[in-house]
Structure formats: C-alpha cells, structure tokens
C-alpha cells in the first residue's frame, strides 16, 4: 500500500492476539487481544488515527490507539523472538517459563540481545522493553 498510496497515508497497526491462556489448567481471557494501532510522529496521522478510532468504537472492534507505535512494535517483536520462538524450540506453551528457570532464563538473554537493537532503531524507553515483556505470558 506505501509503494502505491505513500507512507503519508499509512496508519502503523499491529494485532495481538493473546486473548484465551492455559496456565496450569486454569483457563481465562486476557482481554488483551485487538488490533493496536497509532501514529509515529506525522502530525497528519493524528486525524487519520482518530478517524480509524471512532470507526472502531462504533464497529465495537477492540482496539487501543497506543500513543508510542515504535515501541509497541519492537515490544511485540522482542515477544516473538524471546517467548513464541523459545516456545517453538521447546515444544511448549508459555507454562514452560514458570515451571523450567532455565527457560525463562533464556527468554531474558534473548529479550537482553534485542533491546540494544531497539535503542539502534531510536525507540524511545527502550530500557522499559525487558520489565515490560517479562511478565506478559502471565
């Protein structure tokens, strides 16, 4: 869509889809799940943002405007890298970080490899990603 529209008519946005978890045998929704979307920085988003916020609230489409889109992007990214993939080698669900240190132990080394990469690409509170990620599979 940027190639053929322009980046100025291009709303950063991205899903999470953490709604339902198991964690030993107890069942519950999150309520985290829906798409999260916002600006990063163009003053002209702003209008188009909240354009796409009063069409989902009336649409009762879950959804949040995240007042900082890079870091919510790096966080979701630094989620698949440390969690889902570790999860993938383990042939686990997220219950692994909880009942195997090491596990957990590995997630930080890996959330501790990709903040430095976040500071490179100028996310602001880059140093908040680790404490913030650590308790998401909870």
């Not at 950063?12 to 829906?34: H, P, R, S």
């Not at 080698?89 to 692994?96: A, H, R």
């Amino acid at each position: 869509a940027a190639e053929k529209y322009g980046m100025d008519h291009v709303i950063y946005m991205t899903y999470m889809g953490d709604g339902v978890k198991n964690l030993n045998g107890e069942v519950y929704d999150t309520n985290i799940n829906g798409l999260f979307f916002g600006s990063l920085g163009n003053p002209k988003d702003d209008e188009q943002v909240a354009l796409i916020d009063e069409l989902y609230t009336r649409a009762q489409i879950r959804h949040q405007v995240m007042d900082d889109m890079l870091y919510s992007y790096w966080r979701k990214y630094i989620l698949i890298v440390s969690f889902n993939q570790a999860c993938a080698v383990f042939g686990s669900d997220y219950s692994v970080f909880y009942d195997a240190p090491r596990a957990m132990e590995l997630a930080e080394k890996l959330i501790d490899e990709c903040v430095p990469l976040a500071k490179a690409a100028g996310v602001a509170r880059a140093d908040e990603l680790k404490e913030d990620i650590i308790g998401a599979p909870k």
